[in-house]
Nanobody
Framework: VQLQACGGGLVQAGGSLNLSCVASGDTFTSHVMGWFRQAPGKEREFVAASTWRSDDVEYADSVKGRFTITRDNAKKMVYLQINNLKPEDTAVYYC?????????????????WGKGTLVTVSS
């Protein structure tokens, strides 16, 4: 599967962005899809993930209440709505497809990664 994320940009603190990720090629529907991010000088970290039916959705504690992951399986799209952005949200955001059908937060459980999209939040 090939994944391509987009929608990043430069925003002021308190602003919003909607990131999108389109998948092509291999199976999309049955797999968990997730978002990770990597800030400069830091490890890539889990942000959010969703089962294909969206009946199990998980978020990192740092983004709960501000980020929302959704998916459109027919379009092979996954989205990340980001509200109330903070400077510490500045990172490259990656979408990824899990090897599994249940949600995990370990990046090693995600086998396919797209090129990231940069989100920069100014204070």
């Amino acid at each position: 599967v090939q994944l391509q994320a987009c929608g990043g940009g430069l925003v002021q603190a308190g602003g919003s962005l909607n990131l999108s990720c389109v998948a092509s090629g291999d199976t999309f529907t049955s797999h968990v899809m997730g978002w990770f991010r990597q800030a400069p000088g830091k490890e890539r970290e889990f942000v959010a993930a969703s089962t294909w039916r969206s009946d199990d959705v998980e978020y990192a504690d740092s983004v709960k209440g501000r980020f929302t992951i959704t998916r459109d399986n027919a379009k092979k799209m996954v989205y990340l709505q980001i509200n109330n952005l903070k400077p510490e949200d500045t990172a490259v955001y990656y979408c990824a497809r899990s090897r599994y059908t249940i949600v995990t937060q370990l990046k090693d459980d995600f086998a396919a990664w797209g090129k990231g999209t940069l989100v920069t939040v100014s204070s």
